[in-house]
């Protein structure tokens, strides 16, 4: 069986991607029993849903799970929802901005993540990881890709979700931000512990 992991490259002022690096990693592994394909999407509401959608149909995972900067969370937040609507304050790569649309138009107005989200807060946490449950995965690109992740699942019967981490620590010292960060080991462990532990639950 295969799990496909999505990750995210650079955008706006954030031209280290800690969930690229992750999905970097993991490509070509097996873990729990399952190829681990890796792909990076392109932030770019033109050219997503394509990239999306060939990767799923070569693949064809028994599971997808989606990796995504939040920049400003402390720890690493599974999602529990997607909305059918994009409010994007910000551009993407393109220079494109999207307000007040669907996703999909005629579709439902949410979709909830089909992977068992709380009892992956609680692995995370019970490996001393932070994490915790979030509501809101926003309304920019990575909601975007829930939802169309999810509409998929529903039509080729896999499970998807989509997990939220912090920036990385090394990033943030080497630019100065100031913002809530994580260790890259930290946010790859995590990583790598949700697909474990998700490919397991898969197959049960």
Known sequence: MTVLLFGFGRFLEYDENPSD???????GRKIAGHDVVGQILPV???LVKPRILSSIYAAKPSLVIT???????DKITPEKVAVNYVSSK???NSGRRLEGVAVEEGQPDALF????????VAE??????????????????????????????????FRSGLI????????????????PSLPLETIANAAETSVSFLAEDTVR
């Open 21 to 27: 690096i992750v999905v970097r990693r993991l490509h």
């Open 44 to 46: 770019d509401f033109s």
């Open 67 to 73: 990796f995504g900067l939040a920049a400003g969370r």
């Open 90 to 92: 910000s551009i993407d």
């Open 113 to 120: 993540a089909n992977i068992p989200v709380e009892a992956l």
């Open 124 to 157: 995370l946490n019970r490996k001393a990881i932070p994490a915790s449950l979030s509501l809101s995965a926003g309304a920019y690109l990575c909601n975007f890709v829930m939802y169309v992740n999810l509409l998929e699942a529903r039509r080729l019967g």
């Open 164 to 179: 939220h981490v912090p920036c990385h620590a090394e990033w943030i010292a080497k630019t100065g931000k100031r913002l």
